[in-house]
């Protein structure tokens, strides 16, 4: 059922059995799994059905550090949230990408194969072989090479508000309350429990939420503000008795043209590290380091796709001739985005769209570029706090301090050495890295990000280390527990919207076996 | 959009080919039996302006190996071929030598980035060799 909060009478009071924040990934999948057994679900949006800009104004902050996308931008408040805007890569973490998480893959692993279908995927498997057709295979890397091929699979994307509107609008106990902020959480003397939430409406409407449970589930800098904006009782922010909420704020930086390669007139096409259609699903493959090489010089997990090096596209990127009133509505980096990934969009397209588009931004054979990413390793420094400014709700807005490691472009430039080490072992061509130093092309002026909130809420068993348990529970809050990428403690590199699904489902199976 | 417009330029001089790619054929100094030598061995490369570019930063990187007598005994050792060792009889048994020397140095790392370029220790010295 949806009810509009701002119809509701003045200093309305909400009961349920547990309250969840945010109607994004996290919060939809939790809210349609609790469903059920007379469980009474408040799912609290910020948001309509659509797009709406005084409320997506709540979102507005600073930025400093490291270049991003302006706040009010780089998210989407209303009902699916972020999703409304997801490219749909997924891919499952692997050991590696969880060897300091508090559980390894084989706890995640049922709740991957839920969120495989919630994400509308159309197969389980992400080994490169299974996505090997005729026209697009994957590299044939020699023993011990000190890369590996891997594989995202591309949802629809799945726009949850959109995809599960009518579960929610039928699924039995759940009520989503539309234009429903958060403005305060409300505990015990002792910051102990959560005793109600108070919620306020752009319209000036008022109340409170009464539960047994409370999942925030707003993102990975709204987490954050909220918590630390909740601080009547404790006065540094709820879970921040350690002053680690807001820290560790990672986001996975993006280079588009970190590399040339030419390959040989006779050597394989590299279609399979750019987005196509295998077996009817849109993929894209991926280089990363081997386990043995990640673990051995400690790089960060890293994925590298190879692009046919397309003239317009490529020298385009920051710089494509958008007309001047349509770049003026539109960030740097969504503009930016916009030269990469229109062409790959259109792309998509059956022909004679895709005829058309192919001969307009491809390129001659054999040359490729490289778009690298990342998961750095966790800064504390790197972090999101509040800032004296407040938007119309009284809420104080946050600060994003977005920092990459000192490493970062020499474990780039390492990642793609280790590439060009195995195309030129395997013979199937020469690879150079781009610098300032050597090419006079300075990929990192092109550095975007991916719009990935993460770790901002890091779970970790010893609360000095994490700010939730390994359940998402909130260290000393026994009733409040937190959804969404701002638990992941490390980011591997690619996008959480699985994993958040995964998590979503795992902490749903807490809640419904928890006592009463 | 300087810079963006120097990586265009970069990139399409780069574009028509490899810059070591060897070339068989016509050119063989190297007559059956006779010791490998400089010029033999400059002669595989298929694009000699392109390799001295390559190869003018490889000496400069390297200035221990400026001298041509010193890049041709390096490669003459690391083909396994000694001092008075005889050149294989003909380029294409050389260039599958060098292709497969070329190779195993990619596989154990034995590389150098030179202007960018990830490459093999020995092809490094081959192009320093034309400049």
Known sequence: MFVDARTLPQKFVIDADVCIVGAGAAGITLARDLSGNNRRIALLESGNFDFDADTQKLYAGEVVGQAYTPLERDRLRYLGGTTNHWEGSCREFDAADLADWPFGVDELAPFYRQAHDICQLSSHSFAPQDWSTDEARPLQLGEGAGVKSGVFQYSAPTRFGTVYRSDLASAPGVTVYLNANLVQIDTNDAASSVIGLEVACLNGNRGRVRARHYVLAAGGIENVRLLLNSDRVQQSGLGNQYDLVGRYFMDHPFVPLASTIVAHAASPEMGFYDQHVARGHIIEGYISASDEVRRKERLPPFAIGIRPAGGLVDAGVGNMKLPPTLRNLMSENFANGLTYYLPRWLDRLESPVRWMNQRMWRNPPGTYTTVYTCGPDPDPESRVTLIGTVDALGMRETRLNWRLPASFERDMQRAHELLGQELGRSGIGRLRIESSATTGYDPIKDLGEGHHHMGTTRMHDDPRRGVVNADCQVHGIANLSIAGSSVFPTYACDDPTMTIVALALRLSSHLKSAPG | ?131
């Open chain 2, 1 to 131: 959009m300087r810079k963006t417009r120097r990586f265009v330029l970069a990139y399409l001089a780069c574009a028509p080919g490899l810059p070591l790619m060897l070339r068989s054929g016509l050119g063989f100094a190297a007559g059956e039996g006779q010791e490998l030598d400089a010029a033999t061995l400059r002669s595989l490369v298929a694009d000699p302006r392109r390799a001295r570019s390559i190869g003018r930063s490889y000496r400069a990187q390297y200035p221990a190996e400026e001298h041509p007598g010193v890049l041709t005994g390096l490669i003459r050792s690391s083909l396994g071929l000694g001092e008075s060792a005889a050149a294989p009889p003909n380029r294409d048994a050389l260039i599958s030598v060098l292709d497969a020397r070329v190779r195993a140095e990619f596989g154990a790392g034995n590389i150098v980035r030179v202007d960018g370029w990830v490459l093999a220790r020995t092809e490094a010295r081959l192009c320093a060799l034309c400049d």
